[in-house]
């Protein structure tokens, strides 16, 4: 007979819930922390939300389900006058209005800015519903408004330091090519590689008129930059590494984490680098599809 799968360890995977407290459903209403319900007008989305760019055809698959189902999922706000502000949840509350719904469950929480920013990145990244510019600019508000260091960031997402770097390089470029990677007409492999242009703009523009792969942006970029090609007998082994290190890119770039690749003749492995129990708890995530 099989051993059965052993369970996470416990104080894995709080994420949000560290931030917000553990709530359950059973609990009281009333008070703040507790499950309750709001009218849907009572309630109004933060203006500094990290997210911009929501997908019709998904928030009207929401909608659908809400419909059927009711929502499931509290939304998190905080006090605001005499109105309720979103802290997490805002496609959640733009679907019930869809749904036509009334009231909401919600948990209200006292929340100064710097929390709710943070619950928001947090809640968005962990459910990857930023895209690259999104929580690029999401890190750079923590930075320049709250004083957050990368490194501090890095951990406040569960990611590593240099991938929190690699995103705010990415606000670098030009304002059109920064809204060709919100909009997925480019990726961050795409947009990465196109950091050290000297004309970005222009490259990008080829780059989707060509429907060129992220190795090819890399392999064009770097002949603008005027460097050599390395000899013939060297252009093979070159090119395996190249795809070796394009891999591990793009893969560090979904993971948010060092990814590692080594390969030979029969075979290899990749290793996925970690620094904290929250890191390998997502990658665990990840690798199971268990929803975050």
């Known amino acids: 007979m099989s051993e059965p799968l052993r369970k996470r360890p416990a104080g894995l995977g ?7 407290g ?39 698959e929401l909608a659908e389900s809400i419909r059927l189902r009711g929502l499931i ?9 005499h109105r309720y502000q979103i802290v997490a949840g805002e496609r959640r ?15 209200i929480r006292e929340f100064d800015d710097g929390e709710t920013l943070e619950v928001a990145l947090i809640e968005n990244v962990q459910r990857q519903d930023l895209n690259a510019i ?6 750079k508000r923590l930075i320049d408004q709250f004083g957050h260091t990368q490194d501090a960031l890095g951990k406040l997402v569960h990611k590593s330091r240099s991938h929190v770097a690699n995103l705010l390089r990415l606000l670098e470029l030009p304002e059109r090519v920064r809204t060709s990677v919100a909009t997925g007409e480019l990726s961050m492999g795409h947009a990465r590689a196109l950091v050290p242009a000297q004309n970005p703009q222009a490259y990008a523009d080829e780059v989707v008129r060509r429907g060129l792969s992220v190795r090819d942006t890399e392999k064009l970029v770097r002949m603008g930059l005027g460097r050599k090609a390395s000899q013939p007998r060297l252009q093979y082994a070159k090119a395996a590494n190249e795809d070796i290190d394009a891999l591990q890119r793009q893969l560090g770039d979904l993971l948010g984490l060092k990814v590692t690749i080594s390969h030979g003749d029969d075979g290899g492995t ?9 890191q390998l708890d997502m990658i665990c995530q990840r690798l199971s599809g268990e929803k975050i």
């Open 73 to 81: 999922q509290p939304i998190v706000v905080r006090p605001n006058g």
């Open 22 to 60: 553990e709530v359950a459903h059973e609990a009281p209403v009333g008070g703040s922390g507790t499950v309750q319900t709001l009218p849907v007008a009572s309630i109004e989305p933060h203006p500094d939300q990290p997210r911009r760019h929501f997908d019709e055809d998904a928030l009207a």
């Open 134 to 139: 999104e929580e690029a600019e999401g890190y």
């Open 270 to 278: 990749v290793s996925l680098g970690y620094s904290t129990l929250d």
């Open 93 to 107: 509350w733009r679907a019930a209005q869809r749904a036509q719904l009334h009231e909401v469950p919600v948990i």
């Open 14 to 20: 709080r994420g949000l819930s560290s931030l917000l």
